[in-house]
C-alpha cells in the first residue's frame, strides 16, 4: 500500500496544472512532538509534503491555501520574485522530496508569502525550515531559520490582525524561539504575557508555555 498519492491543483498565478504528492491521511502517524510542536512521524514524513510549487512559475504555498485567489495588488512584486528564481535541474516538487526539495518549497512559499503581506505565515514557513535542518542536524541553518521566523512573528504579532484563537499560538513561538536563541529576558517576557492573558485557556500552546516558564524560572 503506496504512502502517498497525486493531488491536482491549478496555480493561481499562470494557470497551470500542478501535480503535488500528498501524504495518505490513514499514514500520518506522528511518534511525539518536541517542545516547540516540532511533529516527529513514524514513517512518512509529512512535514516534507505540505507546500506546494508550481513547476511552470515557481509559484509556493501550504496546500490548503494554494489555489487561493492573490490579489492584484501583489503580482508585481510576485512576478519579480519568479524572475529572480533559479530552481537546480535536479529538483522535482511533483516527485517524493527529500529534505533539500522541501527546504527548498518552504523557502520559496516563504518569499511569496512575504510578498502577499502575510508575516504569520511566512513566520510558519521559516520555522518548517528550521526543524527540517534539525532533521539534517545542521545546527548552523536551523538556528538562521528560527531566527527569520522569530523576526516575521514580531512582525505577526505588531502588524496583522491576529484572531484570539491564534494569538496564543504567535505569542507562544515568540516565547519558544527567543528562548531557543538564547534572548532569555525576552522569553521570560513573552511567556509570562502568555500565561498571564490566558491562564483560564485550554490551548496546548498555553500550557507549553507555562511548562517553559517554569524551567527558566528554575
Not at 160 to 168: F, L, W
Request: hydrophobic share 35%; aromatic share 12%.
Amino acid at each position: 500500500m503506496p504512502d502517498l498519492w497525486d493531488k491536482k491543483y491549478v496555480c493561481p498565478i499562470c494557470g497551470s496544472q500542478v501535480v503535488s504528492k500528498k501524504v495518505f491521511t490513514d499514514k500520518v502517524k506522528i511518534k511525539e512532538y518536541e517542545p516547540d510542536m516540532k511533529p516527529n512521524y513514524e514513517g512518512v514524513n509529512a512535514l516534507l509534503y505540505s507546500a506546494v510549487v508550481c513547476n511552470q512559475c515557481h509559484y509556493a504555498a501550504l496546500d490548503t491555501e494554494f489555489e487561493n485567489h492573490v490579489s492584484p495588488i501583489y503580482l508585481d512584486q510576485i512576478r519579480d520574485i519568479q524572475r529572480k528564481i533559479k530552481i537546480p535541474d535536479n529538483v522535482s516538487f511533483s516527485a517524493e522530496r527529500d529534505h533539500r526539495a522541501a527546504i527548498l518549497s518552504y523557502a520559496l512559499a516563504a518569499l511569496f508569502y512575504e510578498a502577499k503581506k502575510q508575516p504569520c505565515r511566512t513566520a510558519e514557513m521559516y520555522l518548517r525550515i528550521a526543524w527540517l535542518y534539525r532533521e539534517l542536524k545542521d545546527k548552523e541553518n536551523e538556528y538562521k531559520a528560527l531566527a527569520r521566523s522569530l523576526l516575521s512573528f514580531e512582525e505577526c504579532y505588531s502588524k496583522a490582525n491576529i484572531s484570539e484563537e491564534k494569538e496564543p499560538m504567535v505569542i507562544f513561538y515568540l516565547g519558544e524561539l527567543s528562548y531557543r536563541l538564547g534572548k532569555m529576558e525576552d522569553a521570560r517576557r513573552w511567556f509570562s504575557i502568555l500565561i498571564n492573558k490566558y491562564r483560564n485557556s485550554n490551548s496546548y500552546y498555553v500550557k507549553a508555555g507555562r511548562d517553559r516558564w517554569q524551567e527558566i524560572k528554575e
